[in-house]
């Protein structure tokens, strides 16, 4: 059975940090492209970062710089370093592993971002 599991979400107010984990159980990770999306109410989800089986990275529009992702072979896990938050960083954030045509999805975690 595949899971992965996040974890790190919570209330943070604006200029504040969180740190994101997701832990995976069920693949052989290393193989998989691991991915952070996250969806704002009433908005389509939207790409935060990759991290490749190489861990090359990618970053959504304007996030690099603020947002670091990296991976843990050996752990499992997947993480997400979140600075400098802001109000519009706001949502559900999911992690989703990907290999060809296999794709999972966590069931996401709630990062609320005060004014």
């Known amino acids: 059975q595949v899971r992965l599991v996040e974890s790190g979400g919570g209330l943070v107010q604006a200029g504040g940090s969180l740190r994101l984990s997701c832990a995976v159980s069920?693949?052989?990770?290393?193989?998989?492209?691991m991915g952070w999306y996250r969806q704002a109410p009433e908005k389509q989800r939207e790409l935060v970062a990759v991290?490749?089986?190489?861990?090359?990275?990618k970053y959504g529009d304007s996030l690099k710089g603020r947002f670091t992702v990296s991976r843990d072979n050996a752990k499992n896990t997947v993480d997400l370093q979140m600075n400098s938050l802001k109000p519009e960083d706001t949502g559900v954030y999911y992690c989703?592993?990907?290999?060809?045509?296999?794709?999972?999805w966590g069931q996401g975690t709630q990062v609320t971002v005060s004014s």
């Open positions: 989703n592993a990907v290999l060809r045509l296999d794709d999972y």
């Open positions: 069920g693949i052989v990770f290393s193989w998989y492209d």
């Open positions: 991290i490749s089986s190489s861990s090359s990275t």
